[in-house]
């Protein structure tokens, strides 16, 4: 799977995705001719192993302080602090002209959170004396890897093309799949598809969409002439 996160089309008309891969292990994806992402096959796929791997003979030792803040020793909660109550009365509320003593007890004003309470008390941070800063882990060659500069190649020859798809409704259609190894010849493939077919479909649908509309609006005005 790539590292990046490539868009779509949202739409309901047919667009044109491209993927080429270069010789150079670099590659490039189009939407509809413009280009949406490129990069490097090494950074953004995994096919190789890493180069590095972290050190699994080292481990942070025990006595690493990380903590770059600690509360303050001195500090000392103020007198009075947790005689705030966290709510009170609510000193707007009255008894209800119908209450009954004898019968509803003693009333209790409803209590509300109280403005000047400060919450729990802790003491602040400070600056930690005895931070080292954020423990690295050391890094070491990954005897695993291996260069190879033939990853643009994996599949050769390339012959089919999967689609792997997730999707909230239904009703996606692929068609007019090209695998080749000449941008020129795609091109040319474009031009007898996606370019002859994309005017005449996009037509069809803003008709449609317009014949909807036109439908919608004399619904309603059906629906204000019966209420009328």
């Not at 060659?141 to 012959?159: I, K, L, Q």
């Not at 009703?171 to 090209?178: E, K, L, N, Q, Y």
Request: hydrophobic fraction near 30%.
């Amino acid at each position: 799977l790539t590292k990046k996160s490539i868009r779509c089309e949202t739409d309901n008309l047919s667009h044109r995705y491209t993927f080429i891969v270069r010789p150079d292990n670099t590659y490039e994806v189009k939407i509809d001719g413009a280009k949406v992402e490129s990069g490097s096959l090494f950074e953004d796929w995994d096919f190789l192993p890493a180069k590095e791997i972290k050190d699994p003979e080292q481990s942070k030792p025990s006595d690493w302080v990380d903590d770059a803040k600690i509360p303050d020793p001195e500090a000392v909660k103020p007198d009075g602090w947790d005689d705030v109550p966290a709510s009170i009365p609510d000193p707007d509320a009255e008894m209800p002209e119908d209450w009954d003593v004898e019968e509803d007890g003693e009333w209790e004003a409803p209590t509300i959170d109280n403005p000047e309470y400060k919450g729990e008390w802790s003491a602040p941070l400070i600056d930690n004396p005895d931070y080292v800063g954020v423990w690295v882990h050391p890094m070491v060659p990954n005897p695993e890897y291996e260069e190879d500069d033939s990853v643009h190649a994996v599949c050769n020859p390339c012959s089919h093309v999967g689609f792997e798809l997730w999707q909230v409704k239904a009703g996606t259609v692929f068609d007019d799949i090209f695998v080749g190894d000449s941008e020129e010849e795609l091109a040319a493939f474009e031009a007898e598809t996606f370019e002859a077919k994309k005017d005449a479909e996009k037509a069809a649908y803003d008709e449609e969409k317009a014949a909807e509309a036109a439908k919608r609006e004399e619904e309603r005005k059906a629906r204000e002439a019966e209420e009328e």
